[in-house]
C-alpha cells in the first residue's frame, strides 16, 4: 500500500500535467492488447505491415462513417440507414461512371471520377437533407424515419439497376479504394508525416501562447515536450510501417517491365506508402474534430445533446443543426460509398449491408453516449479500428463467419459495459 | 397619479394560450417600468412560468399583444426576445450540463475569431471575469457544469442574463435552489440591477421570496389575474389573500381573475 499510493500519485500528476484523457488511453490500450494477442494467436502474421497496411485499408469506410455518426448519437438520434444509403450512393456513382457518363464523354475520360464522386456526395446530402427534415422538422423520431431509410434506399439501390451488379469502375475512381495504385508511394507518404508532424507542433507551440496571453494556466515544458514526442513518434511510426509493404513481386515485374527498368539482385522494393482511402479518412476525421470542436455548429451539436430544451432557449435554431447533422451523415455515407465502391471495383445492390450496426457500434466503443452529449470523432475512429482488428484477426485465424459475429457481438455489449463502469466511477 | 407619465419597459396585453383544451393563460395584462421590479405571484399551476415564457419566446401566444418601450415587438422564438434584450433565468436553469461554464454562458451568442472559429479563449476570460463579479469562489472553468453544486449553476444562469446588456431580466423561482447566504446575495444583485434601470420580473410561488424585494406584486390564480398592487399599498395578508382566495383588496387594481 505504501509504495502504491505515491506511484499513484505520480501517474495522476503525469496525466493532469499532460491533460491526457484517460478514457483515450483505455482505448489505445484496448487496441494495443488486441493486437499483440492476434499477432500471438495468429501465429506471428497479425503484426506485419502487410497486415496492418491492410486493416488500415479495410477500416476507412466505416471510420469515414463512424465520425458522421458521432454527431448523430451525441444529439439524441440514431441513423440506421446509412448502410442502405451506402449500397444506393455507390450504385450512383457506379452507374454514373460505367454508364451515363462513357455515353456522353467517352470511357476513361480525365474528368469520369471528379464527376460521379461530386454526384454521388451530392445525392448522400440530399438523402441526408430529406432524412433530416422529416425527423427536425415533421418531428418523427430518427429512429422510424431512418428505419424506413434502411428498407427504402436498399431497395432503391436494387430498383436502379434492376440488381445487376455494376461494374468495371473508372481507373481514376478506383484510386479512392487504395490498392497498389491507389497508394501514394513512400516520399510522399513521408511528405504527409512530416505536414502531420508540423501540425501538431504548431499546434502545441499556439496553444502556449494562446494560454500565455490570456493568462491561463500553462503545461509544463516537458509534458509538452513528452505529448510532441508521442504524436510525431506515432506519425512518423505508422508511416515507416506503411512504407515497409512492398508492391507485390507481379506488380512490381510489370511495372518495371513497362518503365524499361532493370529488376536488382534481390528485387525491387516499391512501397505502397499510405493508401488513399486512409488517407480520406484521416481528412474526414481532422475536418470533422475540428467542426466538432471549433465551430458554432459543433457546439450547438453537443448542447442540443447535453439538454435540448436549454438549446432551445438559448436561441439556437435546433431543427436546422439537426437537420445539417443528417446531411453531414449523408454526405460521410456517400464518401464510405466511394471507398467501398472503389475497392471492390464494382457497385452492387447489397453493398453495404450491415454496415451501419458497424458504424454505431465504432461510434459506440469510442465512447459516444448514447444518452447524448458526450462523444469524439477520434474515438470513434479507433472503435472502427478496434471492430476491424477483431474481424481480420479472427479472419486470420480461420475463425468461421458465425463465430467472428458472435465474438462481435459480444465485444460491443462489452465495451458499453466497460464504458458504463467507467463514467460511474468518474462519477 | 406618479406612474403614468413613463413610458411601461414591457406591457403584456390580453395574453391567453391554451395546450389542448386548457387555458394555462387568459386574458392576461401585466406591465414592468424600467428600473422596477414586479413580483408575479400564485399557485402552482397559476400560470405565471406560462407568461413569462411567452414573453422570452419559448412559447407563442394564441392571442394578446407584447409592447416593449411602447412599440408593438413581435417575440415568436427565444432569439427574438434575446434581440429585444429580455433575458430569463428558469427555474430548471436551462443549462446545458455536458459543457463547461464559458460555453453555457455564450450558448447561442459565441464570441468568433477572425476566421469565424470559436474563440474559446476569450470566452473563457470574459467567463471568468463575469463569475468574479457573482461568485469569487467559481474556480472550476474547465469542468462541465453538471459537476457544479446548485449555487454555481444558478450563478452561471445569471452570469448569462446579466452578461450581455439585458434592458429585462426575467427570474423565474430564481432562489428555489439556494440557501440563505446565496439568497442574499441574488437579493443584493437585484437591488443592484434594478438601480442600473434594468426591468425584473421576479415569479415565486412563496411571497416571502419576493414581496420585500419587488415594487409592485401581480397575482395569478387559476390562468387569469387576480390583480396588481403596489407593495406599499397592500399587505403580505392581503396578497396572500389573493393568491388563495382570488380576493382583491382595496389598495389593488382588480383583474379578470378577481372574485366579487
Same mark, same amino acid.
Given at each position: 500500500m505504501a509504495t502504491t499510493a505515491p506511484a499513484r500519485g505520480a501517474v495522476g500528476?503525469?496525466?493532469?500535467?499532460?491533460?491526457?484523457?484517460?478514457?483515450?488511453? $483505455?482505448?489505445?490500450?484496448?487496441? &494495443? %492488447?488486441?493486437? /499483440?494477442?492476434?499477432?500471438?494467436?495468429?501465429?506471428?502474421?497479425?503484426?506485419t505491415p502487410r497486415n496492418l497496411w491492410n486493416l488500415s485499408v479495410q477500416t476507412a469506410s466505416i471510420a469515414v462513417m463512424s465520425t458522421g455518426m458521432v454527431l448523430v448519437i451525441v444529439t439524441r438520434n440514431i441513423d440506421l440507414s446509412v448502410g442502405s444509403v451506402l449500397g444506393f450512393t455507390g450504385m450512383m456513382m457506379g452507374v454514373m461512371q460505367a454508364e451515363w457518363l462513357p455515353a456522353l464523354l467517352g470511357f476513361d475520360h480525365p474528368a469520369t471520377w471528379v464527376i460521379a464522386l461530386t454526384f454521388g456526395i451530392g445525392v448522400?446530402?440530399?438523402? $441526408?437533407?430529406?432524412?433530416?427534415? &422529416? %425527423?427536425?422538422? /415533421?418531428g418523427v423520431p430518427a429512429f422510424i424515419v431512418t428505419l424506413g431509410g434502411l428498407l427504402a434506399w436498399r431497395g432503391a439501390a436494387w430498383w436502379v439497376t434492376s440488381g445487376r451488379t455494376v461494374a468495371p469502375m473508372d481507373g481514376d475512381f478506383r484510386l479512392i479504394g487504395g490498392g497498389t495504385a491507389g497508394s501514394i508511394g513512400a516520399t510522399w507518404s513521408w511528405v504527409v508525416a512530416a505536414l502531420a508532424c508540423a501540425a501538431i507542433l504548431w499546434g502545441i507551440v499556439a496553444g502556449r501562447a494562446r494560454r500565455r496571453r490570456w493568462g491561463f494556466p500553462l503545461r509544463p515544458v516537458w509534458a509538452e515536450g513528452f505529448l510532441?514526442?508521442?504524436?510525431?513518434?506515432a506519425v512518423l511510426g505508422a508511416v515507416a510501417l506503411f512504407n515497409a509493404y512492398p508492391w507485390p513481386r507481379g506488380v512490381t515485374r510489370r511495372w518495371a517491365e513497362a518503365n524499361g527498368i532493370d529488376i536488382p539482385e534481390g528485387g525491387l522494393f516499391i512501397a505502397h506508402g499510405i493508401a488513399v482511402p486512409v488517407l480520406l479518412a484521416i481528412a474526414a476525421a481532422v475536418i470533422m474534430t475540428f467542426i466538432a470542436r471549433n465551430t458554432r455548429f459543433g457546439r450547438y451539436v453537443f448542447a442540443i445533446g447535453g439538454n435540448p430544451e436549454a438549446a432551445d432557449l438559448a436561441g439556437i435554431n435546433t431543427r436546422w443543426v439537426r437537420m445539417k447533422i443528417f446531411m453531414l451523415m449523408g454526405g460521410l455515407t456517400a464518401l464510405g460509398a466511394a471507398i467501398s465502391t472503389a475497392r471492390l471495383n464494382a457497385a452492387t445492390n447489397s453493398q453495404g449491408t450491415l454496415d451501419e450496426l458497424y458504424v454505431i457500434a465504432a461510434a459506440v466503443i469510442g465512447g459516444t453516449s448514447l444518452s447524448g452529449g458526450v462523444g469524439t470523432i477520434?474515438?470513434?475512429?479507433?472503435?472502427?479500428?478496434?471492430?476491424?482488428?477483431?474481424?481480420?484477426?479472427?479472419?486470420?485465424?480461420?475463425?468461421d463467419t458465425p463465430l467472428q459475429n458472435i465474438v462481435v457481438g459480444m465485444v460491443l455489449v462489452m465495451a458499453v459495459w466497460l464504458d458504463t463502469v467507467y463514467r460511474q466511477r468518474a462519477g | 397619479m406618479d406612474t403614468a407619465p413613463v413610458t411601461p419597459l414591457v406591457e403584456m396585453r390580453n395574453i391567453s394560450i391554451a395546450f389542448g383544451g386548457i387555458h394555462a393563460v387568459?386574458?392576461?395584462?401585466?406591465?414592468?417600468?424600467?428600473?422596477e421590479v414586479v413580483g408575479l405571484l400564485g399557485h402552482n399551476g397559476a400560470g405565471k412560468s406560462t407568461l413569462i415564457k411567452i414573453l422570452s419566446g419559448a412559447y407563442q401566444r394564441d392571442a394578446g399583444e407584447i409592447y416593449l418601450g411602447g412599440e408593438k415587438a413581435a417575440i415568436d422564438n427565444p432569439r427574438d426576445a434575446k434581440a429585444y434584450g429580455i433575458e430569463t433565468i428558469y427555474q430548471t436553469l436551462a443549462l446545458a450540463d455536458n459543457v463547461d461554464a464559458a460555453a453555457n454562458l455564450f450558448l447561442g451568442r459565441e464570441l468568433l475569431t477572425p476566421w469565424g472559429t470559436l474563440d474559446d479563449a476569450a470566452m473563457e476570460a470574459a467567463c471568468r471575469e463575469v463569475m468574479g463579479r457573482l461568485n469569487a469562489n467559481f474556480k472550476r472553468f474547465k469542468e462541465p457544469v453538471a459537476a457544479l453544486s446548485g449555487g454555481q449553476r444558478q450563478s452561471v444562469a445569471?452570469?448569462?442574463?446579466?452578461?450581455?446588456?439585458?434592458?429585462?431580466?426575467?427570474?423565474?423561482?430564481?432562489?428555489?435552489?439556494?440557501?440563505?447566504?446565496?439568497?442574499a446575495q441574488v437579493a443584493d444583485l437585484i437591488k443592484q440591477l434594478k438601480a442600473q434601470g434594468i426591468g425584473i420580473f421576479l415569479i415565486s410561488h412563496d411571497i416571502h421570496d419576493v414581496f420585500d424585494?419587488?415594487?409592485?406584486?401581480s397575482v395569478m390564480k387559476n390562468g387569469r389575474l387576480v390583480g396588481t398592487a403596489r407593495t406599499e399599498d397592500v399587505t403580505k395578508d392581503e396578497v396572500l389573500g389573493m393568491i388563495i382566495l382570488g380576493k382583491c383588496p382595496p389598495g389593488a387594481v382588480p383583474g379578470n381573475g378577481a372574485t366579487a
Open positions: 500528476r503525469f496525466l493532469d500535467a499532460t491533460e491526457i484523457d484517460t478514457r483515450m488511453l $483505455g482505448m489505445i490500450a484496448a487496441v &494495443v %492488447i488486441i493486437w /499483440l494477442g492476434f499477432h500471438v494467436a495468429s501465429g506471428g502474421v497479425f503484426l448522400g446530402v440530399a438523402i $441526408g437533407a430529406l432524412h433530416g427534415w &422529416v %425527423i427536425a422538422y /415533421l510532441a514526442t508521442i504524436g510525431c513518434g477520434a474515438g470513434a475512429v479507433l472503435g472502427a479500428v478496434v471492430m476491424q482488428s477483431l474481424q481480420s484477426g479472427m479472419v486470420l485465424m480461420g475463425l | 387568459e386574458d392576461v395584462s401585466v406591465d414592468l417600468r424600467p428600473g445569471i452570469a448569462r442574463a446579466i452578461h450581455f446588456d439585458a434592458r429585462v431580466l426575467i427570474m423565474d423561482e430564481p432562489t428555489a435552489a439556494l440557501g440563505p447566504q446565496e439568497t424585494l419587488s415594487d409592485r406584486v
